[in-house]
């Protein structure tokens, strides 16, 4: 087990009316089993009762810090960062939470070949999922890294990242761009993947990711992605932005297909049945197999 003089973690926690979930992801912080650690919860002015959820835990290693964010989270988890005290930054989304070893197990993998570890995260719903999967499954990022990412999707779920301190300040803290909320920390990673390929990733599940109505992106998610690597672009070959379209196109019409717009949703399909990697196409397939079968 790592003991209390290893390195000084920072666990950011943003949160906006999760009163019912916040105290339970503290608490899977205050059951780590590595104890070297501070926890600063953002709150964005609740309306709720998060004040006396964070109150209720009467432990000096825990902070909370108010803002006033209009919406935009990274506003929040960058608040976070700068009063953060620690070498590594460990994300934590307040409606999630981690396993005891989460931190320790982290910990471990770090040597100075190492600047960013992640996880995968188990799926928990509050409605019944069924068909759906049953956890976040992540994988290990290839070299170099930014282009993996563009090209290959981003495998990297926010809570399960534990991040040096030090380059999150090299990069100027994550990007508060409106038209980037929900996608500003794969544009995050990004910017990281600029200066080191570094990332490891740890074969577990160390944590959970709750999926509730609060939760569930109401927009298509495919817009905030497209701000998130348009910098980026021009660092890849033709055969790579057609892939990476594909990623970008098939997010576009799953969220058109569940919208009830078949037709626009069937058009997406199509490109990337043409363009994409093999395990877009075959789920493009599936999908515009429905999409046709919805539109008859």
């Keep these: 087990m790592i003991d ?11 949160t906006y009316n999760h009163a019912r979930f916040l105290g339970r992801a503290l608490q899977s ?50 608040m976070g960062i700068r009063a953060a005290k620690g070498e590594w930054i460990a994300f934590l989304d307040s409606d999630d939470w981690w396993t005891p070893n989460k931190i320790q197990v982290c910990l471990e993998q770090i040597n100075d070949k190492v600047d960013l570890v992640y996880h995968s995260l188990k799926l928990v719903s509050e409605t019944p999922i069924f068909l759906r999967r049953k956890t976040i499954k992540s994988w ?10 563009l090209v290959d999707s981003n495998p990297i779920t926010n809570s399960s990242v534990v991040v040096r ?53 109401k927009k298509d998610m495919s817009v905030p992605s497209r701000y998130a690597c348009a910098d980026f672009m021009h660092l890849l070959n033709d055969k790579q932005q057609f892939k990476l379209e594909s990623n970008l196109r098939f997010t576009k019409g799953q969220f058109a297909f569940t919208s009830g717009d078949y037709r626009v949703a069937r058009n997406d399909f199509l490109f990337c049945i043409r363009h994409g990697n093999v395990f877009i196409k075959i789920k493009s397939l599936f999908m515009l197999i429905s999409s046709i079968t919805m539109i008859r």
């Design 140 to 149: 290990q990022v290839k070299t170099p890294v930014i282009i993996d990412l």
């Design 29 to 78: 912080v205050l059951d780590q089993t590595y104890t070297n650690w501070e926890a600063i919860v953002i709150d964005n002015h609740s309306q709720d009762n998060t004040d006396e959820v964070v109150d209720s835990f009467r432990d000096p290693r825990i902070t909370l810090l108010k803002i006033h964010n209009n919406g935009v989270i990274a506003a929040s988890r960058n």
């Design 165 to 217: 301190k030090s380059l999150l300040d090299r990069i100027g803290g994550i990007d508060e761009n409106a038209g980037m909320v929900a996608s500003e920390d794969y544009n995050t990673w990004l910017r990281i993947a600029q200066i080191t390929d570094s990332f490891y990733y740890i074969p577990y599940t160390l944590g959970a990711y709750t999926a509730h109505e609060a939760s569930i992106s």
């Design 4 to 14: 209390a003089t290893g390195p000084f973690v920072s666990v950011v926690i943003p």
